[in-house]
């Protein structure tokens, strides 16, 4: 896959967090902290929005000026319309451009993730049953480290 379109010159965020806002507190938040942490441009609502904001605007250009795209996969999240524009957008910017999603999958199952969107069932993902927010957290960062190295090799 040709990643050196996913240049960090290119791009504003390196990534934008997609989430229920019900799955804010135990995933979302304290990923985004330790993603910024590690140095990581994050999109993440809290971060962005301020008073007055056009939310469609503000997410499409959140999602158009990010490299790769973190997904809080959750039944809340599939009982959204917000999350659902930010899924159908990042998913057609995968597929358009080659750009990356991280799926990461918080008290929902496999079959579940098939039932509702087969497609992402067959992303490798995480799942905050088997892995803590910073270890997802760092594997986030070192995936997204490599796209820097493969550009400069190409």
Do not use: C
């Not at 896959?1 to 390196?14: G, T």
């Not at 993440?44 to 997904?71: Q, T």
């Not at 199952?109 to 069932?121: G, N």
């Amino acid at each position: 896959m040709a990643r050196h379109i996913l240049s960090k010159d290119r791009y504003e965020y390196d990534v934008f967090l997609s989430h229920a806002s019900e799955d804010k507190d135990e995933v979302a938040r304290p990923l985004a902290t330790l993603l910024q942490e590690l140095g990581l441009r994050v999109w993440f609502d809290e971060f962005e929005f301020r008073i007055g904001d056009n939310l469609i605007a503000k997410l499409n250009a959140g999602i158009d000026n990010s490299r790769s795209g973190i997904l809080i996969l959750s039944n809340d999240f599939f009982g959204k319309n917000w999350t659902q524009h930010e899924l159908n957008t990042l998913e057609n910017r995968a597929v358009a451009e080659n750009r990356v999603l991280f799926p990461i999958w918080h008290k929902i199952t496999e079959a579940e993730i098939r039932a509702y969107r087969a497609s992402l069932a067959n992303i490798f993902a995480r799942s905050t049953a088997t892995h803590t927010v910073k270890e997802i957290a760092n594997e986030i960062y070192e995936v997204i480290s490599e796209f820097d190295v493969l550009d400069i090799r190409e």
